[in-house]
C-alpha cells in the first residue's frame, strides 16, 4: 500500500527567501503524487500534480515540486516566499489509475516571517 | 463556478447526539468523497460515492457513521451516537471521472467536537 511521510510538522522563513517542504512517499506501483494547500478556514486547494510525465511540475503561485524516484521523493519549492503563502501544505500519494485511494502525509504547517 | 462546500462550518454536540453534516459537491461532478482529519493525524479516507452508488466505504470507522447520497448530487454524513473520538474535521471532494487522472476538489471541511 502507498503512505506518505512529511519531514517537518512546521516551516518557518523570511519573506523573499527559498521555501523547501520536504515529502517522501511510498508506492508499489507508478504512483501518482500531489501538493495540496489549505489555507485558514478554506478548503484544499490542488498546488500540483505528478502524473507520470514531466518530472519537474509546476503548479500555481510559482511552486513547483520534483519527482525523484531513486529518492522517492516530491519535495515541494518556491524560489521566493510570499505572506500569502502561510498555510499548511499536504503531500499526497495515490497508486496510478485509482485516485480514490489517496494517502495524504500529516501536514507541513509553513510560516512567513516579514 | 461555485466550489464544494460544506455545512455546517462547525458543530458543537455533547456525546450521544445525533450530528449531520451536508456536502454539495461541484455541479455535474459524478464522484464524491468523505475524508476525515481527527486531531493531531492525518487526513484519511471515509468513503466514495460514484453518482447514488457507495462504490467504496472501505474508510468508515464504523456502523455509527451513515453516508448517503440521494439522487447522486448532494451527500449526508450522520454520526449516531456521537463518541468523543469523533471530533475533527470532515472534509468533502468531488472530482468529474471516474477513473484515471481527475482532480479532486475540496471543500472547506466540517468542524466536529463532541464534549
Known amino acids: 500500500a502507498q503512505s506518505v511521510t512529511q519531514l517537518d510538522s512546521h516551516v518557518s522563513v523570511s519573506e523573499g527567501t527559498p521555501v523547501l517542504l520536504r515529502c517522501n512517499y511510498s508506492s508499489s506501483y507508478s504512483p501518482s503524487l500531489f501538493w495540496y494547500v489549505q489555507h485558514p478556514n478554506k478548503g484544499l486547494q490542488l498546488l500540483l500534480k505528478y502524473t507520470s510525465a514531466a518530472t519537474l511540475v509546476k503548479g500555481i503561485n510559482g511552486f513547483e515540486a520534483e519527482f525523484k524516484k531513486s529518492e522517492t521523493s516530491f519535495h515541494l519549492t518556491k524560489p521566493s516566499a510570499h505572506m500569502s503563502d502561510a498555510a499548511e501544505y499536504f503531500c499526497v500519494v495515490s497508486d496510478w489509475g485509482n485516485n480514490n485511494d489517496m494517502r495524504f502525509g500529516a501536514g507541513t504547517r509553513l510560516t512567513v516571517k516579514p | 463556478e461555485a466550489g464544494v462546500t460544506q455545512f455546517p462550518s462547525h458543530s458543537v454536540i455533547e456525546k450521544g447526539q445525533t450530528v449531520t453534516l451536508r456536502c454539495d459537491p461541484i455541479?455535474?461532478?459524478?464522484?464524491l468523497y468523505w475524508y476525515r482529519r481527527v486531531m493531531g493525524k492525518e487526513i484519511k479516507f471515509l468513503l466514495h460515492f460514484v453518482k447514488e452508488s457507495k462504490q467504496d466505504e472501505s474508510g468508515m470507522p464504523n456502523n455509527r457513521f451513515l453516508a448517503e447520497r440521494t439522487g447522486g448530487t448532494y451527500s449526508t454524513l450522520k454520526v449516531q451516537p456521537a463518541e468523543l473520538e469523533d471530533s475533527g474535521v470532515y472534509f468533502c471532494?468531488?472530482?468529474?471521472?471516474?477513473?484515471?487522472?481527475?482532480?479532486?476538489?475540496f471543500g472547506p471541511g466540517t468542524r466536529l467536537l463532541v464534549l
Open positions: 455541479s455535474g461532478h459524478d464522484n
Open positions: 471532494a468531488s472530482s468529474q471521472l471516474t477513473r484515471g487522472l481527475e482532480t479532486q476538489y
